[in-house]
């Protein structure tokens, strides 16, 4: 007789209670996608660096104009709380303090892609795109360029554009913070 296994998936609210109870702990790298736990890939130096840099980068271009965060979370929806490498969201930041910042707050994320390029494409981008999140750069740190998704549906982002070394990108939100590519990549 073969046994059937189903699938448990869980809430934003389960996934948190699960932290609240001691089960997921802050160390524990994982995110909730579609209403699965996933663990994270592990941060290597080249990705880290990349972080570090678009921390200083974006930091510095908007001051106060915006809330940027590195590995957050951030809530899409009842199933869903990626963290993506940087979200940039609606100041102030203390509005954050009870709840994670959710699309309406969103102006962009950036995923930072060493070794998960297939899994931001095909797993993450799909969910920020129905989700409404407005413009979502994965750096791809493989293909030396970044790639730029904007105009979200729930079929995916209607405009794609790759920005090579030797350009630069603003995003939509801040048109006059614009940041180059070879920066990004370095």
Same mark, same amino acid.
Request: net charge negative; hydrophobic share 40%.
């Given at each position: 007789?073969?046994?059937?296994?189903?699938?448990?998936?869980?809430?934003?609210?389960?996934?948190?209670?699960?932290?609240?109870?001691?089960?997921?702990?802050?160390?524990?790298?994982?995110?909730?996608?579609?209403?699965?736990?996933?663990?994270?890939?592990?941060?290597?130096?080249?990705?880290?660096?990349?972080?570090?840099?678009?921390?200083?980068?974006?930091?510095?271009?908007?001051?106060?104009?915006?809330? $940027?965060? *590195?590995? @957050?979370?951030?809530? +899409?929806?009842?199933?869903?709380?990626?963290? %993506?490498?940087?979200?940039?969201? #609606?100041?102030?930041?203390?509005?954050?303090?009870?709840?994670?910042?959710?699309?309406?707050?969103?102006?962009?994320?950036?995923?930072?892609?060493?070794?998960?390029?297939?899994?931001?494409?095909?797993?993450?981008?799909?969910?920020?795109?129905?989700?409404?999140?407005?413009? $979502?750069? *994965?750096? @791809?740190?493989?293909? +030396?360029?970044?790639?730029?998704?904007?105009? %979200?549906?729930?079929?995916?982002? #209607?405009?794609?554009?790759?920005?090579?070394?030797?350009?630069?990108?603003?995003?939509?939100?801040?048109?006059?913070?614009?940041?180059?590519?070879?920066?990004?990549?370095?």
């Amino acid at each position: 007789m073969a046994i059937q296994t189903q699938r448990r998936t869980f809430t934003v609210g389960e996934y948190h209670r699960m932290v609240e109870a001691g089960i997921l702990t802050e160390d524990d790298r994982v995110e909730l996608l579609c209403g699965e736990i996933t663990t994270m890939a592990p941060v290597g130096s080249r990705h880290a660096l990349c972080v570090k840099g678009l921390n200083a980068m974006l930091s510095e271009g908007l001051r106060r104009q915006a809330v $940027v965060g *590195i590995q @957050d979370p951030i809530v +899409l929806g009842e199933s869903s709380e990626p963290q %993506p490498d940087v979200s940039v969201a #609606r100041p102030p930041r203390r509005r954050y303090a009870e709840s994670h910042p959710a699309p309406p707050d969103i102006f962009f994320v950036v995923e930072v892609s060493d070794t998960t390029l297939l899994h931001d494409r095909n797993v993450k981008l799909p969910l920020y795109a129905c989700a409404g999140i407005p413009e $979502v750069w *994965i750096v @791809d740190l493989g293909g +030396l360029r970044v790639e730029v998704y904007r105009s %979200p549906s729930p079929e995916g982002y #209607r405009d794609v554009h790759y920005a090579l070394p030797g350009e630069h990108i603003a995003p939509l939100a801040f048109p006059d913070v614009s940041l180059a590519v070879d920066e990004m990549l370095a």
